[in-house]
């Protein structure tokens, strides 16, 4: 059973940072997709970062480019979110969330977050002085 579990959250100043870890475990592949999704109260859901980690292709949304970085642990089963230079607009619960097949992980990503195979419970991010 695939499983995902999200931890460093918490509540940062404007213009600080913050790292998201999300460790996984259960998948018999060590070829799929992974990401980072978050949701703002009151908004939809929103792909922010993904990367494949067959060859380490990763994806960002275009707000969060040059402010954050994916990154994963493949030994660790661990995949890294960086995030500097934090904004308001920044806040939101963040989702770690697994594709089995990283073929499509750029379109899930991007453009549909529904079709991610797995998913964490979430941890949230709140910038705000």
């Known amino acids: 059973q695939v499983q995902l579990v999200e931890s460093g959250g918490g509540l940062v100043q404007p213009g600080g940072s913050l790292r998201l870890t999300c460790a996984v475990s259960?998948?018999?592949?060590?070829?799929?997709?992974i990401g980072w999704f978050r949701q703002a109260p009151g908004k939809e859901r929103e792909g922010v970062s993904c990367?494949?980690?067959?060859?380490?292709?990763?994806y960002y949304k275009d707000s969060v480019k040059g402010r954050f970085t994916i990154s994963r642990d493949n030994a660790k089963n661990t995949v890294y979110l960086q995030m500097n230079s934090l904004r308001a607009e920044d806040t939101a619960v963040y989702y770690c969330?697994?594709?089995?097949?990283?073929?499509?992980?750029?379109?899930?990503?991007?453009?549909?977050?529904?079709?991610?195979?797995?998913w964490g419970e979430g941890t949230r991010v709140t910038v705000s002085s």
């Open positions: 990367i494949s980690t067959s060859d380490g292709t990763t």
């Open positions: 259960g998948f018999i592949s060590v070829y799929y997709g």
């Open positions: 969330a697994a594709l089995k097949d990283p073929e499509f992980l750029q379109h899930r990503c991007m453009f549909w977050s529904n079709g991610m195979d797995y």
